[in-house]
């Protein structure tokens, strides 16, 4: 039986507009990140219009990780992590995304933060793009539905990968690219984009058009980074929520392989270097001008990846059944319609707990490209409460962990894939993305603050940092 690999990634995972804080410092501007509003349970965070007095920004402060990294990073040793995810914040070393000559300060704090992990034998793993485009693009540009965002993005991969070429290895290029696979979110339109819609434009083929110049974008920085470094690793990072069928009815069937096709779009053409055919009919039927050149083509072919990055935390089920879709609370998708998995459960944010899902995923992705792969989210949001004692006592976080783990070894010495390595999410508690809150926590790492913004920042382990910190010593047996 083929057991993990001796030097399996253990890690953790984080953006840094989640964790940083320090928006104005250092010569940073303004990211897109940092106009997001908290939102709360079940409420949308907003867009503002730039950063308005008397709203609640939680980016702007996030657990403080700019002046505490030195600390955090000494915890992640004492864990045992070999590998930390995190991003570079874009608008740290090009404020306004559109200068010719990058900031220097924010170069440094990178070289600073990365000398501290690999001196604690801590791997850095870095997202170029993780939600924190510069807003400057987002405003001047109109984010990446303009293919000037390409040469931007370019020019600063470029400058860092150069930059950090000996001490970082691993690299993704844009965070969860396929999570505006619906064309329709405005949350996504804008965290994977930079894009807010112009009333009566067709949303789902601006979108197509975005991420399109995004995985342009993304392939002209791995051949780059190639030249840079030969021994870069660079991979996709695709958000992956299999849409099961939720029956064998073979409508059903062909419902989920086009749901999914729509997600698969992406790592499709970073894997293959090439526009589906499914996709490429689509645009024909619906009479969609997405706009690519021949050398654009080339690009893509060029581009390929080296590994697929990507974040596992649920999975759903689609129907066409006129019976199932009326019994259950439906969420609209477009040619579809997604329904409640009656199988599994949920967590406090309705997302579906589903560890088999893993198991699964991985041999999908093992079989429909053949690369290594990269687990690099996956965790699980929830309240936690600190004892009268200090102690905080996180079962269900070590129960979710500890099954997701158990599968993701079984496809390794059952199914044979390819894994390099495994970085829970929130590795140490931040902002959520999805709702701003402080309180939805992923973290083995405790971080004294709540969704208003109060607390400490003061740093404890949780009952889950003892029992992860087994997990990497025995190499996940
Ligand atoms: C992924 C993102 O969508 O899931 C992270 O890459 C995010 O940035 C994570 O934080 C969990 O989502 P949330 O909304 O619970 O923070």
């Known amino acids: 039986?083929?057991?993990?690999?001796?030097?399996?990634?253990?890690?953790?995972?984080?953006?840094?507009?989640?964790?940083?804080?320090?928006?104005?410092?250092?010569?940073?501007?303004?990211?897109?990140?940092?106009?997001?509003?908290?939102?709360?349970?079940?409420?949308?965070?907003?867009?503002?219009?730039?950063?308005?007095?008397?709203?609640?920004?939680?980016?702007?402060?996030?657990?403080?990780?700019?002046?505490?990294?030195?600390?955090?990073?000494?915890?992640?040793?004492?864990?045992g992590l070999k590998a930390f995810r995190t991003s570079i914040a874009w608008s740290r070393i090009f404020p306004k995304g559109d200068e010719e000559a990058p900031n220097e300060e924010g170069l440094k704090f990178y070289d600073d933060l990365f000398d501290e992990l690999l001196n604690a034998g801590i791997q850095p793993v870095i997202t170029l793009s993780h939600f924190e485009i510069p807003y400057h693009l987002a405003k001047e540009y109109g984010g990446f539905r303009n293919k000037k965002c390409i040469d931007f993005f370019v020019r600063y991969a470029k400058v860092v990968m150069n930059r950090y070429k000996d001490k970082v290895k691993y690299w993704m290029t844009f965070n969860e690219i396929n999570n505006q696979a619906d064309g329709q979110s405005e949350l996504h339109a804008w965290t994977n984009s930079a894009i807010q819609f112009i009333d009566g434009e067709n949303k789902e083929e601006v979108i197509y058009q975005a991420g399109l110049n995004e995985l342009i974008a993304s392939a002209k920085v791995i051949k780059l980074g190639h030249e840079i470094n030969p021994e870069f690793q660079i991979g996709c990072m695709m958000a992956y929520v299999p849409l099961y069928p939720y029956s064998c009815n073979p409508d059903d069937m062909m419902a989920s392989v086009k749901v999914m096709n729509r997600r698969f779009f992406y790592?499709?053409?970073?894997?293959?270097?090439?526009?589906?055919?499914?996709?490429?009919?689509?645009?024909?039927?619906?009479?969609?001008?997405?706009?690519?050149?021949?050398?654009?083509?080339?690009?893509?072919?060029?581009?390929?990846?080296?590994?697929?990055?990507?974040?596992?935390?649920?999975?759903?089920?689609?129907?066409?059944?006129?019976?199932?879709?009326?019994?259950?609370?439906?969420?609209?998708?477009?040619?579809?319609?997604?329904?409640?998995?009656?199988?599994?459960?949920?967590?406090?944010?309705?997302?579906?707990?589903?560890?088999?899902?893993?198991?699964?995923?991985?041999?999908?992705?093992?079989?429909?490209?053949?690369?290594?792969?990269?687990?690099?989210?996956?965790?699980?949001?929830?309240?936690?409460?600190?004892?009268?004692?200090?102690?905080?006592?996180?079962?269900?976080?070590?129960?979710?962990?500890?099954?997701?783990?158990?599968?993701?070894?079984?496809?390794?010495?059952?199914?044979?894939?390819?894994?390099?390595g495994y970085t829970p999410w929130g590795i140490i508690d931040i902002v959520s993305f999805g709702t701003g809150e402080m309180e939805k926590r992923y973290g083995f790492i405790y971080v004294d603050k709540d969704n208003l913004g109060n607390g400490t920042l003061k740093r404890s382990k949780k009952d889950s940092f003892y029992w992860y910190q087994e997990v990497i010593r025995k190499n996940g047996i």
């Open 1 to 79: 039986m083929m057991a993990l690999k001796k030097d399996f990634l253990w890690g953790g995972a984080v953006a840094a507009h989640q964790i940083e804080g320090a928006w104005q410092e250092g010569g940073k501007g303004l990211s897109i990140a940092d106009v997001m509003t908290a939102g709360s349970n079940g409420v949308d965070r907003r867009i503002t219009d730039g950063v308005l007095d008397g709203e609640n920004y939680p980016n702007h402060e996030a657990i403080d990780f700019y002046h505490h990294y030195n600390e955090d990073v000494a915890l992640f040793k004492e864990l």
């Open 267 to 420: 790592s499709d053409i970073h894997a293959r270097g090439e526009i589906p055919a499914y996709i490429l009919k689509e645009w024909e039927t619906k009479g969609y001008k997405i706009d690519y050149s021949p050398e654009e083509l080339t690009n893509l072919k060029e581009g390929t990846v080296d590994f697929i990055g990507f974040s596992y935390y649920m999975s759903g089920a689609v129907s066409t059944l006129k019976d199932v879709v009326e019994k259950f609370p439906v969420t609209e998708y477009p040619n579809a319609k997604l329904v409640v998995n009656p199988y599994i459960e949920a967590s406090d944010w309705g997302w579906p707990i589903d560890a088999i899902g893993l198991r699964y995923t991985l041999n999908i992705i093992h079989q429909r490209y053949n690369l290594p792969m990269f687990i690099v989210e996956n965790g699980f949001g929830a309240y936690d409460k600190v004892e009268e004692d200090g102690s905080i006592q996180d079962p269900y976080r070590v129960a979710y962990l500890s099954q997701h783990i158990k599968e993701m070894v079984t496809a390794v010495e059952e199914d044979g894939v390819d894994l390099l």
